[in-house]
């Protein structure tokens, strides 16, 4: 490799540089390379556990049922049968469940952010009046509620939401914890950035827009993740209010009664259908978890960038 350089007398030649070819990095002893290789070791070790069991129920949901009662434990079984997911999906039903799941978890974790942030935004400002007020509103309703039959009796008897998809989309509009770590998160913003845009004559709304939310999509798309996964995995909300709109049940509900349906003795189901054939009972039930855990976990590789920035946002500040 060569350079230009100035000798004493000011004349400008190339001069060659020697290179060393040797090793290049950070000297590491034995006991940080045993220490390392161990740390993998027992990572390795603690994901395979995690995994297991996961691999162990797509396994078993198609397996018999003799298989599933005599190998305690297996990964691939020896006789494939897809009668567990044929008895699932025997009905149009459940791509109806799906759909109003879809629509419930979309809908439900829109309205969830909307409220959220729009609340977090506002307690985040000092200059707001009754600020403590409010603050203390919501500090109260994470530590009491008005329990589950009063609930009912103003959602589905003074509101009407009973049999609406409303039923379970408004109750929990709002999660108090999300919103006051979403609100310490706003806190931590530099107030500098809002200022200026407000000398440039943006207003308050235009700042949430512009500034405030594009850099959050951290924080957001983790409590989104949380509220998606929440209404996805809901089941008793719909089950207490929409007992007259099975037409409207979420996937939750419709498997819930596929289990019911599963536990049934063969003689009890013969009675109402002759042509009733028994489905395997434990391998249904391993199938309904597939069915019911796949696609939400579909999503999260979409929001793993931002999840892994925003899982621990807003919890220093207070």
Aim: proline share 5%; aromatic share 14%.
């Amino acid at each position: 490799m060569s350079q230009v350089v100035t000798t004493p007398d000011g004349k400008r030649e190339l001069s060659k540089m020697k290179i060393s070819s040797g090793p290049v990095g950070v000297y590491r002893s034995a006991g940080n390379v045993i220490f390392d290789v161990f740390n993998y070791i027992l990572l390795g070790v603690i994901a395979v556990t995690t995994l297991l069991p996961f691999i162990y129920i797509i396994g078993a949901s198609f397996a018999t049922e003799y298989e599933l009662s005599t190998r305690p434990m297996f990964i691939i079984p020896h006789d494939v049968s897809t009668a567990a997911y044929e008895y699932i999906f025997s009905s149009n039903r459940i791509l109806k469940a799906f759909g109003n799941s879809a629509f419930i978890t979309v809908c439900g974790t829109l309205i969830n952010l909307f409220f959220t942030v729009t609340m977090a935004y506002a307690l985040s400002k000092t200059r707001l009046r009754g600020r403590n007020f409010f603050l203390n509103m919501v500090i109260v309703s994470m530590f009491f509620s008005g329990g589950m039959i009063p609930g009912y009796i103003v959602n589905a008897s003074w509101y009407g939401l009973k049999d609406t998809y409303w039923a379970v989309l408004i109750p929990g509009a709002i999660s108090a914890y999300n919103m006051m770590i979403v609100k310490n998160f706003f806190q931590g913003i530099p107030q500098e950035l809002e200022e200026s845009a407000s000398l440039d004559g943006c207003t308050d709304i235009g700042i949430l827009l512009k500034i405030v939310l594009p850099l959050s999509l951290p924080v957001l798309a983790t409590f989104g993740l949380f509220y998606a996964v929440g209404h996805w995995n809901a089941y008793f909300g719909a089950m207490i209010y929409m007992t007259g709109a099975r037409e409207k049940w979420p996937l939750q509900v419709l498997l819930r009664e596929i289990i019911i349906m599963a536990n049934a003795t063969a003689g009890e189901m013969s009675n109402l259908d002759p042509d009733f054939v028994q489905p395997p009972e434990q391998s249904v039930k391993m199938a309904v978890i597939v069915v019911s855990t796949v696609p939400i976990m579909c999503v999260y590789p979409f929001l793993q960038k931002y999840f892994v920035k925003g899982v621990m946002v807003g919890a220093l500040k207070g």
